[in-house]
């Protein structure tokens, strides 16, 4: 009889933790090391694609996902750089899996939402900005901006009501909060516009990033990290359009040469030497 109640109360026990312990054990745990180090490679990437490295940025950036396959960010980042390489589909797959890992991740919604919109597929464009207003917070930038794109799609009409509303609010407001909600405004236009310009430096076309980034100093936005980075990335493409361009002299110079357009090669390397000597000063 006792070995009978031993064996009950044994399998009572059973019952109750097997499906804890079976919970447990199909969570993907992450050793703390390795996600440190996935953070580290992020950061390694960010750098080269700062630089305009997509390829090498890419690396890096698997490296991470494939020591912490829960890193959000890194995941949502590969899929930006399949989008700088011009690989839609890819990119649209890693957007997935980042929705997958966490379904409330709005930057990915944002990105999926341009690049279909970009592709001219207005249903699934439409779909991805609803979802990015819905998820988004009142009075946050990125969720006026849906609102804003869903009107010009033409696709939401609640927007329109919605956004009348808040204007209507809007309008009851202090003083004081209007001035803060300008602010906050203008630190998100400009953090658009940084965007835009980075993107833009990724993709070499270094004379539309630079009047990107001149908007945002002109913005002067109460960030001074923005500000700090939107410099940076000025200087950076500042020097690529120089260099750019004393490459491109030089390569026509060599053929005015061929044609033995001798006044016109000159010029040519004279504007490159300039060049060359800005960079130099640079140093």
Known sequence: MLHLTLMRYFFILTLIFFPLISAQGAEQIVNPQLQDQA????????????????????????????????????????????????????????????????????????NLAFLYEKKGDI??????????????????YWREV?????????????????????????LSKELVYSREQERLKTIEEAKLHFDIGSNLFLQADYT?????????????PADDELKAQTMEFYKKAERMR??????????????DMKKE??????????????????LAQEK
Do not use: C
């Open 146 to 170: 849906s609102a804003q794109h869903l009107l010009a799609l033409g696709t939401y009409p609640q927007v329109k009501k919605t956004m009348l509303e808040k204007q209507a609010l809007r």
């Open 39 to 110: 953070r580290t490679y992020r950061t390694q990437g960010y750098k080269l694609q700062s630089q305009g490295d997509l390829a090498g940025a890419l690396t890096y950036y698997q490296k991470a996902a494939e020591l912490d396959p829960t890193y959000i960010e890194v995941i949502n980042d590969i899929g930006v750089i399949y989008e700088g390489l011009n690989d839609l589909e890819g990119a649209i797959a890693m957007y997935n899996k980042a929705l997958a890992v966490n379904g409330d991740y709005l930057p990915t919604y944002t």
């Open 242 to 255: 120089t260099k750019t361009a004393a490459e491109n002299d030089i390569q026509e110079a060599l053929n």
């Open 261 to 278: 357009d001798y006044l016109a090669a000159g010029e040519k390397l004279k504007n490159a030497l300039s060049g060359v000597f800005r």
């Open 208 to 220: 539309a990033a630079i009047k990107e980034f001149e908007t945002v100093l002109s913005l002067n």
């Open 123 to 140: 249903p699934n464009a439409t779909y991805y900005w609803e979802k990015r207003y819905e998820l988004g917070q009142e009075g946050e």
